[in-house]
């Protein structure tokens, strides 16, 4: 029979891993929790509606990415490829941000995108999403990009740049967009296919165009500074002064876009340089227009997403540190037949007590085996006849090689002493 292999674009992350995986979640979780956000699961797919109003007809994800079916029932389901549109989904739906209050939410999980798999750019891929809702002043900006950057600033990475934008509102973007408009089609020669094609649907995206020819034009093209409302002027000079007041590096870039209506003023990117092409390990910016496109509520909102595929690659190849290597601090041993009964109830005693343990399980190893076996722990916990007559048990400090008789009774006290 062929080997059933896991799908294109998808991995297994093994034991070796996951558990360097588990060290980043925790540093996300006491990072969110030091800046006030909560932790909110949600489904992993959603009605198909969601994303294209909540992200948008014309952005990549869901003109070519989305993971879309028909389910039993005959109802279009989307696997969610992205975070934000099902936390203000969920957050409308619960009234989590009634009566103009707040709600800073996080969460993490498995994203779904239909993209051409690369390095740093899988199919099923991971996030760590916050959002911050029902705030519409530019402290919650300069809250989220602190976020972020102190994220990656507890789990070590290096060489990151922080790039952010404004995109306008619904009252200044429409002149900016008719102003690219006429530029972009007196350059129409030099664009790209995809860009001819966004040009009057959306073509704020042009200025995001990876193609050369493309880049060259949008780097003349008119400069949003000139468009902003004064209300986006403002928010835009507040937002850098939060970031100069708490000594944040950043650069700005006219050509960073989140091309939709609903995404408003801030846009930013945090860039790492040690991932080559796939070199955004956070993106984020305020969409105060999105609750509307899903609903009749008004909330504005802005958030993050973060790359964990990405920043796991980065930490490897900066090599920094993941925390201890997860060790398991007992193996038992039997030092005969008739004490691998007494092995099993002191395994579990140790266990109920937090100190971890393990032991032959087979039930066939040798002494000498089991004794090789331990060698990954930092105890052997020996037990043999004269042990099992005396009630007590040979610890041994795996470290050093030296070994005590200890009471079985006091096993537990002596180990929690000793680790
Ligand atoms: P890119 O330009 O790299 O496609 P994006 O703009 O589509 O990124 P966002 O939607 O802003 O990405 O998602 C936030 C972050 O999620 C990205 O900065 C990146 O770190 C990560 N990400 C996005 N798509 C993928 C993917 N297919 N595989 C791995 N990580 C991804
Ligand atoms: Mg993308």
């Known amino acids: 029979m062929s080997i059933i292999s896991a799908p294109r674009g998808t991995r297994d992350i093994l034991p070796s891993e996951s558990w360097k995986w588990s060290y980043i979640i ?33 952005t990549d994800i869901v003109e070519k990415e989305m993971y879309t079916f028909n389910d039993r029932g005959g109802r279009s389901i989307t696997l969610r ?20 209050s707040s709600a800073r939410l996080w969460n993490w999980g498995p994203m779904f995108r239909h993209e051409r798999p690369q390095k740093g750019r899988y199919r099923q891929f991971y996030q760590i999403d916050a959002e911050c809702l029902g705030i519409a002043n530019a402290s919650a900006d300069v809250d989220i990009i602190s976020l972020s950057i102190e994220l990656f600033r507890r789990l070590g990475l290096r060489n990151l740049e922080v790039v952010i934008n404004s995109v306008g509102c619904e009252k200044c973007r429409p002149v900016y967009r008719k102003k690219l408009i006429e530029y972009f089609t007196a350059h129409k020669d030099s664009l790209c296919e995809t860009c001819l094609a966004r040009l009057d649907r959306n073509p704020l995206r042009i200025l995001d165009c990876k193609n050369e020819s493309c880049g060259r034009v949008a780097d003349n093209a008119p400069d949003i500074y000139d468009s902003l409302c004064d209300e986006c002027r403002e928010h835009f000079a507040q937002v850098r002064l939060g970031l100069e007041r708490l000594n944040f ?25 040690d991932l080559g092409s796939q070199n955004a390990v956070a993106g984020g910016g305020r969409y105060d227009n999105l609750a509307s496109a899903i609903s009749s509520s008004k909330i504005p909102g802005v958030g993050f997403a973060c790359g964990l595929d990405r920043v796991m690659l980065v930490m490897e190849e900066q090599g920094c540190s993941f925390g201890e290597s997860p060790r398991v601090s007992v193996y038992a041993v039997a030092m005969d037949e008739a004490s691998r009964g007494n092995i099993q109830t002191l395994a579990y005693e140790l266990r109920k007590n937090n100190i971890s343990c393990e032991y032959d399980l087979t039930g066939t190893k040798s002494f000498k085996a089991q004794m090789k076996a331990s060698g990954s722990c930092r105890f052997a916990c020996i037990i043999g006849s004269e042990e099992r007559e005396n009630n007590l048990v040979a610890i041994k400090d795996l470290n050093n090689s030296t070994q005590e008789s200890i009471a079985l009774s006091e096993a537990v006290n002596y180990l929690k002493t000793r680790l």
């Open 26 to 58: 925790n540093q996300a979780a006491l990072t969110m929790k030091d800046f006030g956000f909560s932790e909110i699961h949600l489904p992993i797919f959603e009605h198909t509606e969601l994303f294209s109003r909540g992200v948008g007809e014309t």
């Open 81 to 100: 490829p992205e975070a934000t549109a099902g936390v203000m989904r969920a957050a409308i739906e619960n009234n989590l941000c009634a009566q103009g």
């Open 249 to 273: 590096a950043y650069k700005i870039n006219k050509r960073l876009v989140r091309g939709l209506d609903y995404y408003t003023k801030t846009a930013y990117e945090i860039l790492s340089g």
